[in-house]
C-alpha cells in the first residue's frame, strides 16, 4: 500500500508510481485507491475520473524533461530537447503508449513545445515550415523511443518461428547478409545519428530561407541543460478535450 497525501498531486504522483512499477494495464480508480489506502470514490473528490489522471500523470512526467539555459545554440537545443525526452521516456517505459497518444498540453509540456519551436525559429526556420519541423524531429524522437521501449530492436533471430512458418534464407538474401549486424545494436551511438542526420536536413531548411536567418552554432556541443523541478505544481492543469 502506498501512503500518499489525498489530493490531486497525491493522485498523480500515486498513478505514476503504478504504472511505472505494473504498466498501463495496471491503472484503474480502484486499484489506485488501494494503493493509496483510501475507498474508491475518495479519489472522485479530488479527480473527476481516470482521464484526468493520465492527463496529469503525463504531465507531471513533463516536468522531468529538462529544458535548455538561455542563449543555447538552437542546434545545441533542439538536441537537447530530443534527448532529455529520451531520457525521460525511459525512465518511465510503461508511460511510452500513453505519451505517444496525448499531445503536449500543461505548462510543463507546453514550455518543453516551446523550447523546440523556438531553437527551430532561432535557427532561422521560417515560421510555416516550423510546425512540420517539429513534427519531423517529434516523429523520429517518439518513434525511436517507442521502438526501443517495446523491444523492437532487440537482437533479430532469423531462425526464429521457424517451427511455425519455415524460412528459407535463399529467398531473403539481403537478411542473410545483414542478419550479424541486426544482432546487435547501440541505442546511443544511433539516436545520435538520427539526430545527426534530422538536423542536418533542417539545416537546409534554415539556409533556403535567405539572407538574413542567422544559424547560430554548429549543433554539436550538446547544450546545457536546465532541470525543471518537479516537486509539487499545485493544481492540476484543465483538461481538454472531455467530454
Same mark, same amino acid.
Given at each position: ?8 498531486? #497525491? ?22 485507491? @488501494?494503493?493509496? #489506502? ?9 479527480? !473527476? ?26 542546434w545545441d537545443a533542439l538536441r537537447s530537447v530530443s534527448r532529455? &525526452? ?21 505548462? @510543463? ?30 516523429? &523520429? ?11 523492437? &530492436? ?5 531462425? @526464429? ?18 542478419? !550479424? ?28 530561407? #535567405? ?33
Amino acid at each position: 500500500m502506498i501512503r500518499a497525501t489525498l489530493n490531486a498531486e #497525491g493522485i498523480f504522483r500515486a498513478a505514476l508510481r503504478l504504472v511505472d512499477a505494473q504498466g498501463l494495464e495496471a491503472l484503474t480508480m480502484r486499484a489506485l485507491a @488501494a494503493d493509496m #489506502g483510501v475507498a474508491p470514490m475518495t479519489l472522485y473528490g479530488h479527480v !473527476p475520473n481516470k482521464d484526468d489522471v493520465l492527463l496529469g500523470v503525463v504531465n507531471l512526467v513533463a516536468e522531468e524533461i529538462g529544458l535548455p539555459c538561455p542563449g543555447t545554440p538552437p542546434w545545441d537545443a533542439l538536441r537537447s530537447v530530443s534527448r532529455e &525526452f529520451r531520457r525521460v521516456a525511459l525512465r518511465h517505459p510503461n508511460l511510452v503508449p500513453l505519451i505517444v497518444e496525448r499531445p503536449p498540453t500543461g505548462s @510543463a509540456g507546453l514550455r518543453t513545445l516551446e523550447a523546440a519551436l523556438d531553437a527551430l525559429r532561432r535557427a532561422g526556420i521560417e515560421p510555416a515550415l516550423t510546425a512540420p519541423a517539429y513534427r519531423i524531429m517529434s516523429s &523520429f524522437a517518439i518513434g525511436f523511443v517507442s521502438l526501443e521501449c517495446g523491444g523492437y &530492436f532487440r537482437p533479430v533471430d532469423v531462425s @526464429a518461428g521457424g517451427h511455425i512458418a519455415p524460412i528459407d534464407l535463399s529467398a531473403v538474401p539481403r537478411i542473410a547478409e545483414v542478419a !550479424p549486424y541486426l544482432a546487435d545494436w547501440d541505442a546511443d551511438a544511433e539516436f545520435e545519428t538520427g539526430l545527426d542526420v534530422l538536423i542536418s536536413v533542417l539545416a537546409g531548411w534554415a539556409a533556403s530561407a #535567405g539572407p538574413g536567418q542567422v544559424v547560430e552554432g554548429d549543433g554539436r556541443s550538446g547544450g546545457h541543460v536546465q532541470r525543471v523541478d518537479a516537486r509539487a505544481h499545485g493544481d492540476p492543469d484543465p483538461v481538454i478535450g472531455r467530454p
